[in-house]
C-alpha cells in the first residue's frame, strides 16, 4: 500500500467505528465489506477528500452515492449471507453494488443513465468485481430471467413497490426499498413469506427519484 492508500485505509476505518458501528450496525459481514471497498475510487476526483464524510456526494447527472450509514443500513436490513444472488436498482457510483459483492456470491444491478452505467462498469473491472454483473434499462420491472432473487435492494425513491420486483422476490427473500414523495421517504422492508409479504418501515430517508414504467415519470 502507498501513503495514500494507507491514508485512505485509516479515513475508512475511521469511518466504519464512528458512522457506522456507533450508530448501531453490527453486522460484521456489512462491517467488514465497507472496511474493504475503497469509497474514494467511487466518487468523482475533484471529491475523493470527501468520500469518507457524513454525508452524500454528487456523482454526475444530478444522482448521488449515498451517505455511507444509508448504505450500511440498508445492507443489513437484507440479512446477508454468502452465497445470496442479490438485484439492486440504481447502480449509480457502484459502491452501493461493490459493498453487495464483497458479502454474496453475485450481485445484478440495473442503471437507467447511460454514462453512469458505463462509467461504473469501467470501474467494476479496475477493481475485478467479476461478480457483479450490469445492465443498461429502466430497473422498475426487474431482471425477469435471473429471478428469483435472494435479496432485492433499491437506491432511489420509488412512489409505490413495483410490483415486478415482489414477483421476482424470492420466497424467504428481503427486499428494501424507500417509498414516499419525491422529498422524503419511508425506508421499507419486506419479507416474502410462503402465504404473502410482511412488509416495516425503517425509518425515514430521502434519495433521488427511481424513474421508470413503475416509478416516477421521466421529468
Ligand atoms: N446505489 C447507488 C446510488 C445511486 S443514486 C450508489 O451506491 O452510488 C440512484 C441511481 O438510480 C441513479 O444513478 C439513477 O440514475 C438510478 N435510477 C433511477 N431510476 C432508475 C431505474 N428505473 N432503473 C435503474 N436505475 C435507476
Redesign the pocket.
Known sequence: MNIAEKRYKRLRDEMVQAQIEARGISDLLVLKAMRTVPRHL?VIEAMMDQAYMDYPLP?G?Q????QPFI?AEMTQALHLSSHDRVL??????????AVLGEIVSKVYT????HS?FVRTRRLFDQLKYYNIVTRY????TGWKEESPFDAIIV??GSPTIPEALLEQLGVGGRMVIPVGDQHSQDLMRIVRHEDGFEKESLGRCR??????EH?WGDE
Do not use: C, H, N, P
Open positions: 467511487f456523482i447527472e444522482q448521488t452515492i449515498s448504505v439492486e436498482i440504481g447502480t449509480g457510483s457502484g459502491y452501493q453494488a440495473i442503471e437507467r443513465k453512469l434499462t429502466d430497473g422498475t437506491t432511489a434519495f433521488v427519484k427511481l424513474i421508470g416509478g
